[in-house]
């Protein structure tokens, strides 16, 4: 199981990373954001809305803050400028979020109604934590396939080359 020191790492990886993904893509002409690329979610500004959209949906199942998250494929904000500032709020939000976290509710169990196939599962917590940090890395790594075809490298993605995680000297 994981614990509340695993979370708050995540969540900095994933605010760290999101600020370096975002940088680049508003680098870009609003044609490369948007254009269809054959990814999953067609475009890069897709995919990024999509990590957005999860994170809502798992914030809506863990804290009740959106009371529920919009249909799957909805594209929340209809700009890549206002999906820039969701981002940075939400990644707030998850720092900010991460510091409630224990050890007893990540090993309690959630039951939730899933937007992608609409089946009922109750999981531990911990699980859907996991799921949350780890849905956001699986998709960056789309868009940085998306961005290198374009051009462009975001540098490491590694978590030990954060600038905030302590070296051993």
Known sequence: MIDSDYCR?????????????YMVCASLPEA?????????FQ??????????YADLAFLSRFTGDPADAPSLGTDLLGSFEALHTER????????????SISTDWLASSLTYTSKVDGQARTL????????????????RGQVTTLLNQLGHD????????????????
């Open 154 to 169: 975001v540098g490491s993605t590694d978590l030990p080359f954060m600038p905030t995680f302590p070296s051993e000297a």
């Open 124 to 139: 531990p917590r911990w699980v859907l934590v996991s799921h949350l940090f780890q849905h956001q890395t699986h998709h």
């Open 9 to 21: 790492w995540m969540a900095t990886y994933n605010a760290w990373m999101n600020r370096k993904f």
């Open 32 to 40: 490369d954001l948007y254009a269809d690329r054959g990814a999953f």
């Open 88 to 99: 940075q709020r939400l990644d707030d939000r998850l720092l900010h979020w991460v510091e």
């Open 43 to 52: 475009s890069i500004y897709l995919t990024l809305n999509h990590i957005a």
